[in-house]
């Protein structure tokens, strides 16, 4: 079992970004590029886990020995599918980066030019998070991710609280070697008893490990 510490344990992980369409040929999104989360999903199946790994639009390659893999490309497809496979679920990690806003209306001819200035409206996008926070039963281990680039403690810790979450994984997005796109990354964790842990910069397949240790010692 040494080698094996997550066997029996079911695990949802999102990863990547999603893209919000505007017509058939735009849409909106974010230099997710689903690393930080693929790198959790294959440390989870090296651990024993089965693991569910949702992606939005990446270009990396599968993960070896995953239980499912779903792939999305809009934040309610992530929504969907969240809550399509919640149940059973013995920890969750929300690593992707999910477009808190989409055009209020998909157009579904390309847009032509006329025009000097263009409008585009926005609506509000479900928080999956959130939600999952509302709906996860006692037994569930929720962790969230926050990309943030100022005040990065104070909004992670209201993140953790606001989303009713279990640990937050807060990542600042301006540092040239973390966050977005990048192999490696600096995170600080932080759990709803006020532990925290902040990690040195290390390549984002390392940390996966670490983190996943360090849920496997709270289980
Ligand atoms: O994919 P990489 O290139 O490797 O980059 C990794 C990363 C920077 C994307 C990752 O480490 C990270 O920080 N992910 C969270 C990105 C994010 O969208 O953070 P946020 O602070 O906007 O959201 C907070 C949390 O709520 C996240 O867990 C997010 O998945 C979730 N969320 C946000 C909005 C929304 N509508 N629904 C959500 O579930």
Same mark, same amino acid.
Request: hydrophobic share 40%; glycine share 6%.
């Given at each position: 079992?040494?080698?094996?510490?997550?066997?029996?344990?079911?695990?949802?992980?999102?990863?990547?970004?999603?893209?919000?369409?505007?017509?058939?040929?735009?849409?909106?999104?974010?230099?997710?590029?689903?690393?930080?989360?693929?790198?959790?999903?294959?440390?989870?199946?090296?651990?024993?886990?089965?693991?569910?790994?949702?992606?939005?639009?990446?270009?990396?390659?599968?993960?070896?020995?995953?239980?499912?893999?779903?792939?999305?490309?809009?934040?309610?497809?992530?929504?969907?599918?969240?809550?399509?496979?919640?149940?059973?679920?013995?920890?969750?990690?929300?690593?992707?980066?999910?477009?808190?806003?989409?055009?209020?209306?998909?157009?579904?001819?390309?847009?032509?030019?006329?025009?000097?200035?263009?409008?585009?409206?926005?609506?509000?996008?479900?928080?999956?998070?959130?939600?999952?926070?509302?709906?996860?039963?006692?037994?569930?281990?929720?962790? $969230? &991710?926050?990309?943030? +680039? #100022?005040? =990065?403690?104070?909004?992670?810790?209201?993140?953790? *609280? @606001?989303?009713?979450?279990? !640990?937050?994984?807060?990542?600042?997005?301006?540092?040239?070697?973390? $966050? &977005?796109?990048?192999? +490696? #990354?600096? =995170?600080?964790?932080?759990?709803?008893?006020?532990? *925290? @842990?902040?990690?040195?910069? !290390?390549?984002?397949?390392?940390?996966?490990?670490?983190?996943?240790?360090?849920?496997?010692?709270?289980?």
């Amino acid at each position: 079992l040494e080698d094996k510490p997550l066997a029996g344990q079911k695990i949802l992980i999102t990863a990547g970004p999603t893209r919000e369409a505007l017509d058939p040929v735009r849409y909106m999104t974010n230099h997710s590029s689903g690393k930080m989360g693929y790198a959790i999903a294959e440390a989870a199946a090296v651990k024993g886990a089965e693991v569910t790994l949702i992606s939005g639009p990446v270009t990396l390659e599968k993960p070896d020995n995953l239980k499912k893999y779903i792939q999305i490309e809009s934040a309610e497809e992530m929504f969907t599918a969240v809550k399509d496979n919640l149940k059973d679920q013995n920890i969750i990690i929300k690593s992707a980066a999910v477009a808190d806003y989409r055009p209020k209306v998909y157009i579904d001819k390309k847009i032509k030019k006329s025009d000097e200035h263009f409008n585009l409206t926005l609506t509000r996008n479900p928080d999956i998070l959130k939600w999952i926070g509302m709906h996860k039963t006692p037994e569930q281990l929720i962790v $969230g &991710f926050a990309a943030e +680039t #100022n005040d =990065v403690m104070e909004n992670g810790i209201s993140k953790l *609280k @606001k989303k009713n979450i279990d !640990m937050i994984i807060v990542n600042d997005v301006t540092r040239a070697d973390a $966050g &977005f796109g990048t192999d +490696t #990354n600096c =995170v600080t964790l932080i759990d709803k008893k006020g532990n *925290k @842990k902040a990690y040195p910069v !290390m390549p984002k397949k390392q940390l996966a490990h670490s983190i996943l240790d360090y849920i496997i010692a709270n289980l």
